[in-house]
């Protein structure tokens, strides 16, 4: 265990190029939330599921990053920032893979998972080397292929190939129309909408 919080020091130090010293390294937003999440794992795994849970509660309070202590971390796994990053119980996350902020490896609902046989994955399996980008959603028991690049804002519902890249749609910005007909038709839009 002590060997493995090691090399999550490292990772910190090697990956994060605002980090310059394994010092500042222990003041790293997620290094916290991933070292709880260790032990909480291992506390889970024994039975041990309330005092897991209560670890996990004191680390999302202090951290804003929420991993379930029945997920299992590979090694030099880095969550980048940590604010609102949740990984959900049975989602499995490789060695070496970059978790930016705002990251879900969640299930599809409860009204899909109830239904669901004892034990049965509901979360992602991420492999080896992934990168998960700012936003990225990755729902249901979905595989992510090693050394895949899940990209900003992507949503993620499908078995993805190894390698491959996920990207969302990049904003593009709309044409001006400035013609009075045009405000017209804008402003209709918005009353109907509800906005008012």
């Known amino acids: 265990m002590l060997r493995t919080l090691g090399e999550d020091l490292r990772t910190v130090v ?3 190029p ?3 010293t394994r010092a500042e390294a222990l003041l790293h937003p997620a290094l916290p939330a991933v070292w709880t999440h260790r032990v909480a794992h ?3 795994r024994r039975g041990l599921r309330l005092p897991a849970r209560g670890l996990m509660v004191l680390a999302r309070a202090v951290t ?3 991993i379930h202590p029945g997920a299992r971390l590979g090694r ?4 980048d920032h940590g604010a609102a990053v949740v990984i959900g119980e ?6 070496d893979v970059t978790i930016y902020h705002q990251v879900t490896l969640g299930a599809v609902g ?10 049965e994955r509901r979360h992602p399996v991420v492999g080896d080397g992934v990168v998960l980008g700012t936003g990225a959603t990755v729902l249901g028991p979905v595989t992510v292929g090693a050394g895949a690049v899940i990209g900003a804002q992507a949503l993620v519902v499908k078995d993805v190939p190894a390698k491959a890249r996920v990207l969302a749609l990049a904003a593009s910005p ?3 129309r400035q013609t009075p007909q045009y405000a017209v038709e804008l402003l209709r839009h918005t009353a109907s909408a509800g906005s008012w």
Do not use: C, K, Q
């Not at 030099?76 to 969550?79: F, G, K, P, S, T």
């Not at 049975?90 to 060695?95: F, I, L, N, P, S």
């Not at 409860?110 to 034990?119: L, T, V």
């Open 110 to 119: 409860w009204w899909h998972d109830n239904g669901r046989a004892e034990g």
């Open 90 to 95: 049975t989602a499995r996350v490789g060695d």
């Open 14 to 16: 090697d990956r994060d």
């Open 174 to 176: 709309a044409p001006p």
């Open 64 to 66: 804003g990053t929420e």
């Open 42 to 44: 291992r506390l889970h």
């Open 76 to 79: 030099r796994v880095l969550i």
């Open 18 to 20: 605002s980090v310059r």
